[in-house]
């Protein structure tokens, strides 16, 4: 195919494909789905080898938001049934992400609910990521904190953080109808705020929430503007109690097709297949691995992934090892980029998918798939990881 053949050629010489070539993408058939996840293989391979790279979550602060970001089960107003509980102390979180890393993560992800912290917030941080940093020293720190003030990610990177992660969520034209409480502009502002202070950036996006194709290329395209490390890619989970509840728009091909979308943008970034990984990918989720180079290990904030171990089988399974604290994630191009700067209407895609054996129309409805959490950060449980 040519259109695949152009965008490996491309992505292996970074360079930026066309808007209508990513959208080529998420409209192919599910005949082709094979051809443009192994297109998408060879850039993820030449980038990144057969390498996984684990990353941890530790929720700090859970539900009880005052913003009003629809797909988020913690948003004002949420009926989900999560886990709600304030600041872990230092020693919580600690002892949290030590199992995420005994599980073999080389990443912690130390993420709290809230537009975003106040000066005591990210001083608690900075004792957390001290704490963490005692008992494992190389583990990279990412703190999710939300919209940042002036002077916060610098404080964030003195405490040790190694990156700061806020999404995009979505297309700049449609985040009015996911969120009233803060713009896409907020968002972003914070994304350079995190690179101007030389934290490495996190940034992605979640899918299924009812934007169409070109939305989708747009968020891409934007965080491949802002020059991110890292672009987590959510597939929504749909929680009861939250205005999407009802979204299941996303197919199993049709994940694979985004995924090997933003590979295909960008092509030597860690893209990272995020939440709801196991209720729209399913039994496809090792495909995702041949288009991803990292994963989340076990849970996610607020809703129960697979077993760490199953992680862990996949990995082995599908012929791909997890990264180790010693490499480098990224390519070394980009390693400098923070040393330098020292100082979450659906158009489904063309290609409509066929249906299953079944008997479920493609995309249907899979309540029964979501699992609150109810287990590790802020229960008597042990943590899955
Ligand atoms: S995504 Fe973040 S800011 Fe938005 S409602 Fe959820 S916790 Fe609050």
Known sequence: MDLLDT???????????????????????????????????KVRRHWFGRRVKLNYLVNLKSGLCPEDCSYCSQRLGSKAEILTYTWLKPDEAAAAAEAGVVGGAKRVCLVASGRGPTGRDVERVADTIAA?????????????????????????REAGAYAYSHNLNTA????????????????????????????????????????????????????RELDVDSVPVNFLIPFDGTPMAKEWALTPQRCLRILAMVRFVCPDVEVRLAGGREIHLRTLQ???????????????????????????????DAGFEVEGTGTNTLPEHRRGVRASTADDACEPGTGASGGDRTGRPPGSARADLVAVRRRGTGTDLPPNA
């Open 7 to 41: 965008l490996i050629d491309k992505g292996l010489r970074r360079e930026l494909p066309t808007r209508a070539e990513a959208l080529a993408v998420l409209g192919t058939s599910d005949d082709d789905l094979l051809d443009v996840v192994a297109a998408a293989g």
């Open 132 to 156: 963490i940093k005692k008992q494992n020293e190389d583990v990279e720190i990412c703190a999710c904190l939300g919209l940042l003030s002036d002077g916060q990610a610098a404080r964030l």
């Open 172 to 223: 700049e034209a449609m985040y009015a109808d996911i969120c009233t409480t803060h713009e896409f502009t907020d968002r972003v502002g914070t994304v350079r705020q995190t690179k101007a202070a030389g934290l490495s950036a996190c940034s992605g996006l979640i899918a299924g929430m009812g934007e169409s194709d070109t939305d989708l290329v747009n968020v891409v395209f934007a965080l």
């Open 286 to 316: 090792p495909l995702a691995l041949y288009v991803v180079n990292s994963i989340f290990l076990g849970d996610y904030l607020t809703s129960e992934g697979q077993a760490g171990q199953a992680d862990l089988d996949m990995i082995g």
